[in-house]
């Protein structure tokens, strides 16, 4: 079996120290100085838009699992890596349809997948249309390791698509997981889009 190690972009491990940072300041001390990087050092190198190989971010994520809060920090997470990108997450196309139109909810969400899909080298997004709904499929996510796990482990997704919906349309788009590999056992993770 061939095992395919995956590449992030810094803001993905950006997202999760800033959002660590708010909800645990303690923790955040602490994996900080374990793992040798900061917000502002994590920041920094996102600017460059570089590449970094999956340490320390697998081993940042392995231990934060082990938070109590974890469920709660990985939503917010994901939003502050996509408010970090700002509108140059988004393909400039779209970028200038939205100027000029109103972007319809199914555009937004596929768009926010592309996006979502940039973060990283590995996994492969799947979106289809269930009437006004979305349903959203993640292969091989980043935040899902061989470990099983009790909870669901890819709230990250959830709010980094969340934020960038909001920034392409008006329509109120809530993501939600609701089924995690990291659970399930297998490789694909499933997620509903609700135009609320
Ligand atoms: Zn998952």
New binding site residues.
Partial sequence: MKIEIPKLHPAVLYGILSALRAMDGLEYRRISQEFGVTVESTGKLAKTGSLLGDMPFRAILEDLKHNRQYSRIMPLAGSETFHFLGPAAIRPALRFLMSTFSVRPASAVKEACIAAGRLSTIPGFRCTEKGRDFVIE?SN?I??SGEPSEF???GFYCGFIEEACAHVTSAKIGIT?TA???VTGGTI?YFAASVK
């Fill in positions: 993640i996510s935040f899902v669901q482990t890819c997981e995690c590999a990291s993770c």
